[in-house]
Nanobody, 122 residues
Framework: QVQLVESGGGSVQAGGSLRLSCTVS????????MGWFRQPPGKEREGVAI????????YYADAVKGRFTVSQGNYKITLYLQMNSLKSEDTAMYYC???????????????WGQGTQVTVSS
């Protein structure tokens, strides 16, 4: 059974940085997408950064381009999200996810972590 566990969230002032980690256990297909989503208070869940299999370019939401970087450890065991120059609008619950996907649509992803809260104060 696949399990994803996020860590690294917290409170930070605007302009600061955080690094989120997602530890994966269980079988992860080499054809799975892996990525990060977030859900701000009162809003829908949105894709932040997606790593696609097969060399397709990594997806970043426009709001985070140039500030966030997604990376993966060996054998897809760990997924990271480096977040720099954080803004108050980055405040959200952040989720790690895995599954077959065609794009950053959360409904494509099968496996989800429990989420980690990121709060950015201005």
């Amino acid at each position: 059974q696949v399990q994803l566990v996020e860590s690294g969230g917290g409170s930070v002032q605007a302009g600061g940085s955080l690094r989120l980690s997602c530890t994966v256990s269980g079988y992860i297909s080499s054809r799975y997408c892996m990525g990060w989503f977030r859900q701000p208070p009162g809003k829908e869940r949105e894709g932040v950064a997606i790593i696609y299999p097969g060399g397709r370019p990594t997806y970043y939401a426009d709001a985070v381009k140039g500030r966030f970087t997604v990376s993966q450890g060996n054998y897809k065991i760990t997924l990271y999200l480096q977040m720099n120059s954080l803004k108050s609008e980055d405040t959200a619950m952040y989720y790690c996810a895995a599954g077959f996907c065609s794009g950053p649509d959360s409904s494509d992803f099968t496996y989800w972590g429990q989420g980690t809260q990121v709060t950015v104060s201005s």
